[in-house]
Nanobody
Framework: QVQVVESGGGLVQAGGSLRLSCAASGRTFSIYAMGWFRQAPGKDREFVATISRKGSVTYYADSVKGRFTISRDNAKNSVDLQMNNLKPEDTAVYYC?????????????????WGQGTQVTVSS
């Protein structure tokens, strides 16, 4: 089992940047594919980005492609989400999730391990 904790959320103006971090503990971090998801008020949790065990494969939601970058450091048991050119519609609680599988998934129900989330608010 793995535990994950997000950090780095906050309030930023449109066009600004934030970097979210996810620290993992427990079982060997490198066996987990990692994903970032977000949930805005009144909406379903949606996929943002995911990265494979070794970091060689990444996928992004169309809405963030070209603006967000996911990366991981297996030596530090961490995965980051660099968010640039933020828009008000990016406002949501952002969650880090882990899945002990070879295949990377973009659907939330394929990830059994979740953090508590960190709030990102983008003002216009």
């Amino acid at each position: 089992q793995v535990q994950v904790v997000e950090s780095g959320g906050g309030l930023v103006q449109a066009g600004g940047s934030l970097r979210l971090s996810c620290a993992a503990s427990g079982r060997t971090f490198s066996i987990y594919a990692m994903g970032w998801f977000r949930q805005a008020p009144g909406k379903d949790r949606e996929f943002v980005a995911t990265i494979s065990r070794k970091g060689s494969v990444t996928y992004y939601a169309d809405s963030v492609k070209g603006r967000f970058t996911i990366s991981r450091d297996n030596a530090k048991n961490s995965v980051d989400l660099q968010m640039n050119n933020l828009k008000p519609e990016d406002t949501a609680v952002y969650y880090c999730a882990a899945d002990a599988g070879v295949v990377v998934f973009t659907t939330p129900n394929r990830y059994p391990y979740w953090g508590q989330g960190t709030q990102v608010t983008v003002s216009s």
